[in-house]
């Protein structure tokens, strides 16, 4: 059959049309891009939204903000129902225990909390940083992750930290599903940001970039037909 794919909603305004209606289940989606174009508020609207429909999501911080800032950050949006944190929505920080952890130890413990929590969003923001912890055994731990993640039958957004020059961390873009790169650009002397879905795997997903605007009433929504 065409598409019976199980697909989970990105609780984003405007990306689900744009993905033949949300993420294929299970699946590893990267969202990608520079420092504070919206990576976290992204991810923390699949876990709400999911949260909404009574599903569990599972949000591991790794070593850029603490779990308590995020919370506090996202407390400023309207739109995100606080009292799902703790029950329906549950911060992990393993931002300690990559410092001395191996790339088992820490399969292990991801592998111990989805089972624990029995989550079906998974969220590591972002995961680019562990890269300096592994050196070589970040790849092989990038495939060994993605592969646990999928077992378990979840989505999981992996986020990304775009260095300048770069477009994507490509390590992470080849082992998973999914890629979603979110960018600044100049136009007309103003900043603006963009959305663009590189690939999506067993999905015709519309390509080119999508304007987006992060407001507090909202949050991170994709406006339709701008370019
Ligand atoms: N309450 C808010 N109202 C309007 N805009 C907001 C609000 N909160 C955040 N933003 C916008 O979102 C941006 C940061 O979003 P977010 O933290 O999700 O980005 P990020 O990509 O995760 O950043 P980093 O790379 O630092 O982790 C802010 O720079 C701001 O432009
Ligand atoms: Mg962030």
């Known amino acids: 059959m065409a598409d019976e794919m ?31 174009t919206g990576k976290t508020t992204f991810t923390q609207q ?3 939204a ?15 903000e603490p779990p308590q800032w995020v919370m506090h950050y996202m407390s400023n949006f309207k739109h995100l129902n606080k009292s799902h944190i703790g029950k329906n929505v549950i911060f992990c920080d393993i931002g300690q225990m990559l410092r001395k952890a191996s790339p ?3 399969l292990a413990f991801i592998d111990e909390e989805v089972a624990r929590t029995m989550a079906q969003r998974v969220v590591i923001d972002p995961i680019t940083v562990i ?12 495939f060994d992750l993605v592969n646990h993640l999928k077992n378990w039958r979840a989505v999981s957004i992996l986020t990304g930290e775009v260095e300048p020059n770069q477009l994507y961390p490509s390590e992470v873009a ?14 007309e002397g103003a ?15 519309r390509t080119g970039k999508q304007s987006f605007v992060i407001t507090k009433e909202d ?6 037909g701008t370019f």
């Not at 900043?191 to 997903?205: D, I, Q, S």
């Open 131 to 142: 890269k300096e912890f592994l050196g070589n055994d970040y790849r092989p731990f990038l």
């Open 50 to 64: 999911g949260a909404e429909m009574g599903e569990i999501g599972l949000y591991f911080t790794t070593l850029s």
């Open 46 to 48: 699949f876990l709400f």
């Open 6 to 36: 199980e697909r989970l909603c990105s609780g984003v305004d405007g990306v689900d049309e744009l993905i033949e209606g949300g993420y294929p289940y299970p699946s590893v989606i990267l969202v990608a891009g520079p420092a504070g």
């Open 219 to 224: 949050g991170f929504v994709v406006l339709s």
């Open 104 to 106: 088992e130890e820490i």
């Open 191 to 205: 900043r603006r940001k963009y959305m663009e879905v590189l690939k999506m795997r067993g999905t015709n997903h």
């Open 174 to 187: 080849y082992a998973s599903d999914g890629v979603v790169l979110l960018t600044y650009e100049e136009v």
